[in-house]
């Protein structure tokens, strides 16, 4: 998540990751604290089993990934469904802030790396925490994962 804004997602988003055993990377200026009572109240108890890692900007989380082909960037203002990709395990999927997406810049300079969720009804955009669950269930249902083995 680059510069999640609203704890409430993140909590959320942090949940999905504890039961999907993925790991959650923040990234840059966040509009909340980790400690934040909304953000602990939205990931309940399962916090404490969270993998995650705090970057303090962007440059900082892309030099530590390695296989910079495999990371998906999801935004509402691209063509490529994320249905038409092939995920692998590894792959990193890429959110940006809730009232603005991800910098117009990173969509430029990876439009083959850029995935959208499809939204036929009269929306703007899903809930964050919704589409990037959306995501990584679609994600592991491709690479195949069975209960308690992922």
């Known amino acids: 998540m680059i510069e999640p804004e609203i704890p409430q997602n993140t909590g959320n988003i942090g949940r999905t990751c504890v039961a999907t055993r993925s790991a959650l990377h923040l990234v840059g200026q966040m509009g909340f604290e980790i400690n934040d009572k909304n953000l602990k109240r939205a990931g309940l108890d399962y916090w404490t089993h969270l993998q995650w890692f705090q970057h303090s900007n962007y440059e900082e989380w892309w030099e530590k990934v390695e296989n910079k082909n495999r990371v998906f960037f999801f935004s509402t203002k691209v063509k490529k469904s994320y249905t038409e990709e092939k ?26 790396q850029c995935l959208r969720i499809p ?3 009269p929306v703007r955009s899903l809930n964050l925490a919704t589409a990037a669950a959306i995501a990584v269930y679609e994600g592991l249902r491709q690479i195949g994962f069975d209960e308690g083995t992922v």
């Open 119 to 121: 939204q036929p009804g």
């Open 87 to 112: 995920f692998q395990a590894g792959d990193w999927l890429v959110f940006g802030r809730e009232t603005r997406g991800l910098d117009p810049e990173i969509l430029k300079s990876y439009p083959d």
